[in-house]
Each structure stands twice: as C-alpha cells, then as structure tokens.
C-alpha cells in the first residue's frame, strides 16, 4: 500500500515558477513509476511527466516538454515536479500518482494505482 500526498500548488501569473512536492509513505519498489498527472474542468485526466524509480528515466507530455522537469528523491521518497514559464492552460488540478508496472514508462491514468488528493495550480493571464 502506498499513500501520496501533494503539496506546492498555488496561483500564479503567467511566466512564473511553482514546484510540486509529493511524499510517499509505504514501499516504493523499484520497479515502480511515480507521475503528475493534471485535470482541467470539464477535461479528461491528462499525463504530464513521470520518471522510473530505479532507473529514474523520464517522460514528458509534448505540452510541458522543455518547460516542466520532474525529479525524484529516493532516500525522501519524493518525487517533485518543477514548472516553469507556466501559462494559464496550466491550470488544473495536479495528481501525483504511482505505477507497480515494471514496464516502460506508463502514461495512462488506468495504469497507476496509487493516487494521492490532488493539488490545485491556477495560473492567471
């Protein structure tokens, strides 16, 4: 069983930084894949970054590529997720999640079992 609890969400203006923290509590194994996901109002669960826990490789939404870095903390079993040049369709509610399957990077919310409450991110114009 794996708790995940988010922190650092906010409002900001366009152009600014914000970092997200999510603790896990329970065992992390290896294998696993921890990943930020965000929802918008009235819009689907979408994937934004993820990284494998023991190989920390690391995937990225086309959407945040080159803006968003996320990064992890193994001996705090943390995973944080850095945003910068945030424009207002970042706004959403940001979910940290993790995934027990041990194949590549998964990118699907049905992929992932463990989620944590959400953190709200609002970026103003």
């Known amino acids: 069983q794996v708790q995940l609890v988010e922190s650092g969400g906010g409002l900001v203006q366009a152009g600014d930084s914000l970092k997200l923290s999510c603790a896990a509590s329970?065992?992390?194994?290896?294998?696993?894949?921890l990943g930020w996901f965000r929802q918008a109002p009235g819009k689907e669960r979408a994937f934004v970054a993820a990284?494998?826990?023991?190989?920390?490789?690391?995937e990225y939404s086309d959407s945040v590529k080159g803006r968003f870095a996320i990064s992890r903390d193994a001996a705090m079993n943390t995973v944080y997720l850095e945003m910068n040049s945030l424009k207002p369709e970042d706004t959403a509610v940001y979910y940290c999640?993790?995934?027990?399957?041990?194949?590549?990077?998964?990118?699907?919310?049905?992929?992932?079992?463990?989620w944590g409450q959400g953190t709200q991110v609002t970026v103003s114009s």
């Open positions: 990284v494998k826990w023991r190989l920390n490789k690391k």
């Open positions: 999640a993790a995934s027990p399957d041990g194949w590549g990077v998964p990118k699907q919310p049905t992929d992932y079992k463990y």
């Open positions: 329970g065992v992390i194994y290896s294998s696993y894949t």
